[in-house]
């Protein structure tokens, strides 16, 4: 992982190397595969539709123009998803005939809308994947405590009391670790997560 102040966004916008682009397209699969097979993508279809996703995304990022508005990027990511799927059932013929194509049409309508439940839906899991991403690419610069203290207060909904009592750790303690973790996420999330 590179250590700069340029979260990965920036990094792929100014100056993209292969190495970041490996995480952005680590990080991003998972969730992709699981919304293009959620608009009924045949699993054999799904992973080229993802990899038609993060083209669009490859090749559109340099003009990317990030608002400061949170979800930017995601909303932005969101509405690649709905055009590619949209046109890979129109390419099949599928969006025009039968009633599963106006519940498949309603889906995509739904997660294009900035203000439905599904988009929502789409704007936490989101935030999970990429969260458990960058988790996974800061593991190594925190102390097994540290780690642990984290993902109880954070990631289990733990008080902080519970996990002072499992830890054996100061409340002090507690929050500084978990005050740590965060600030290197929101650092390397810059633009991909709220």
């Known amino acids: 992982m590179q250590d700069t102040s340029l979260s990965l966004l920036d990094r792929l916008r100014a100056s993209p190397n292969d190495a970041d682009w490996t995480r952005l397209v680590e990080a991003y699969s998972p969730l992709l595969r699981t919304w293009v097979v959620r608009a009924d993508v045949q699993s054999a279809d799904a992973d080229d539709l993802v990899q038609e996703v993060l083209l669009v995304v490859h090749r559109e990022l340099p003009a990317f123009q990030h608002n400061q508005r949170p979800g930017a990027f995601r909303c932005w990511l969101r509405q690649i998803v709905v055009y590619r799927v949209r046109n890979f059932w129109r390419s099949r013929g599928r969006l025009v005939t039968s009633d599963s194509d106006s519940q498949l049409e309603e889906h995509l309508r739904q997660l294009e809308d900035d203000g ?79």
Do not use: P
Not at 119 to 135: C, G, I, T
Not at 149 to 158: I, Q, Y
Not at 165 to 180: D, P, V, Y
């Open 116 to 194: 439905s439940h599904l988009s929502r839906v789409w704007d936490r899991e989101h935030n999970l994947a990429v969260a458990s991403k960058l988790l996974e690419m800061i593991d190594a610069r925190f102390t097994e405590s540290t780690r642990q203290v984290f993902r109880r207060l954070v990631l289990d909904g733990a008080d902080a009391d519970t996990v002072a009592a499992e830890t054996g750790l100061s409340l002090n303690a507690i929050f500084t670790a978990k005050s740590r973790v965060l600030r290197e996420l929101r650092r390397l999330g810059q633009g991909l997560l709220d």
